[in-house]
C-alpha cells in the first residue's frame, strides 16, 4: 500500500529592481512571529533616507495593534529594535528607533543612535543649527548658547533655567475651559503623584493636558489605561525629564484606538418557579389528623380522603 508524500520544487526569477537581501537566520527566527519578521524585512527594504516609524510600517502592512505590539517587543527583545526618548530643539520630545538587520547590543545601539541627528517632526535642521523659537531683543543678534561649547551628555541640562520655556501666566478660563470633562482634569491634577519625574508640570499647561486626555477618554481609553501610557513613556535610563509638561503634550497627541470592550455577559434571567405537574395539580391534601400531610384526588368539593371518610370514630390514620 502506498503512502501519501508531497514534493516541492522552488523557482527563482531574480527581480529587475527593487529588491532586498536578508539573512535566512533572519527569515526564519524560531522566536519571531510572521508579523514581527513582516514589520522588519518592510522597514530594512525602505530606502536609507526614509524616516518612517514602526507604528506606520505596521499601518501598511496591515498588522493591527495587539499583532503589532507583540511584533515590537519580540524585535526588542531579540536586539533587532532599540528605541530611546531625548530632547531635541526647543525641549521638544523626539523618539529615536534604530533597526537592524542583525542583533545588536544595548551599548552597541546607544553608540549608534549617539551620533544620529535628533529632529523633531516637520523640521530638517539638526539642533545644532535650528534656530532659536524666541524672538531676538532689540540690538545685535546673540549667537546660539551652544557655539563655542563642548556638546553636553544628552541627560544633561543646557539650559540655566530649564523650566522657563514652560512658565507661562495661568490663562483666563475661556468657554473651552468649561467643557473638559472633570475626569480628565482630575487626572491631570493627579500626575505630579504618578511618579517623580511629573512634579514640575506647569499650572498654565493643565487645560491643555486636559483636553489631550479628554480625547483619550472620549475614545474609550480608560484612566487606568492613560496613565499606564504615560508611565511607559518616561525615561528609563535615568534619563532627568526637565519639561514634563512638554513631554506629556507628545505621549498625548496622538490617540490610538481603544481596544474592543468584552461583551457584556447576557443577565442571569430568574427561574420561573417550579409548576407542579398535571398530575399533581389535581390533588388535595387531607384536612383529616394524619401523621404526614396526606394528598388524595378529589371527586367533588370534599376535603378529606377516603380513609378519614371511611373511618366512623375519625381515628388517626
Not at 82 to 107: F, I, K
Not at 184 to 189: F, K, S, W
Not at 226 to 233: D, E, F, N, Q
Not at 301 to 310: A, F, I, Q, Y
Request: charged fraction near 25%; proline fraction near 13%; glycine fraction near 6%.
Amino acid at each position: 500500500m502506498e503512502s501519501d508524500s508531497t514534493v516541492i520544487y522552488r523557482h527563482h526569477t531574480p527581480p529587475p529592481r527593487a529588491f532586498t537581501q536578508f539573512s535566512h537566520d533572519l527569515i526564519r527566527h524560531p522566536r519571531l512571529s510572521s508579523d514581527a519578521v513582516r514589520l522588519l524585512t518592510w522597514q530594512l527594504s525602505l530606502p536609507d533616507g526614509a524616516r518612517e516609524p514602526l507604528s506606520r510600517t505596521a499601518e501598511r502592512a496591515r498588522i493591527g495593534a495587539c499583532a503589532f505590539t507583540r511584533a515590537k517587543r519580540q524585535l526588542k527583545e531579540e536586539g533587532f529594535v532599540h528605541e530611546r526618548r531625548v530632547q531635541g530643539p526647543g525641549g521638544h520630545w523626539v523618539t529615536q528607533q534604530l533597526v537592524s538587520n542583525v542583533p545588536l547590543s544595548a551599548a552597541e545601539a546607544a553608540k549608534i543612535l549617539a551620533g544620529m541627528p535628533v529632529r523633531v517632526p516637520g523640521t530638517s535642521a539638526s539642533p545644532q543649527l535650528a534656530p532659536s523659537a524666541r524672538v531676538p531683543a532689540a540690538g545685535a543678534p546673540t549667537p546660539p548658547p551652544t557655539d563655542g561649547h563642548p556638546r553636553k551628555d544628552a541627560g544633561e541640562n543646557t539650559s540655566h533655567h530649564p523650566a522657563e520655556p514652560e512658565r507661562r501666566p495661568d490663562p483666563e478660563p475661556g468657554p473651552e475651559a468649561a467643557e473638559i470633562p472633570e475626569a480628565a482634569r482630575a487626572l491631570v491634577t493627579a500626575l505630579p503623584h504618578l511618579s517623580p519625574d511629573l512634579r514640575r508640570i506647569p499650572r498654565g499647561m493643565h487645560d491643555e493636558l486636559a483636553r489631550l486626555v479628554s480625547r483619550w477618554l472620549a475614545a474609550g481609553h480608560t484612566p487606568t489605561a492613560v496613565r499606564t501610557h504615560i508611565l511607559r513613556g518616561l525615561p528609563d535610563d535615568g534619563t532627568p525629564v526637565h519639561r514634563p509638561g512638554g513631554l506629556l503634550r507628545y505621549l498625548l497627541r496622538d490617540v490610538p484606538h481603544a481596544p474592543a470592550a468584552p461583551a457584556p455577559a447576557p443577565a442571569a434571567e430568574h427561574p420561573a418557579p417550579a409548576r407542579p405537574s398535571s398530575r399533581l395539580s389535581a390533588l388535595r391534601e387531607c384536612e383529616g389528623d394524619h401523621v404526614q400531610a396526606t394528598l388524595f384526588r378529589p371527586t367533588g368539593d370534599e376535603t378529606h380522603c377516603g380513609r378519614c371518610l371511611s373511618s366512623p370514630t375519625g381515628q388517626r390514620v
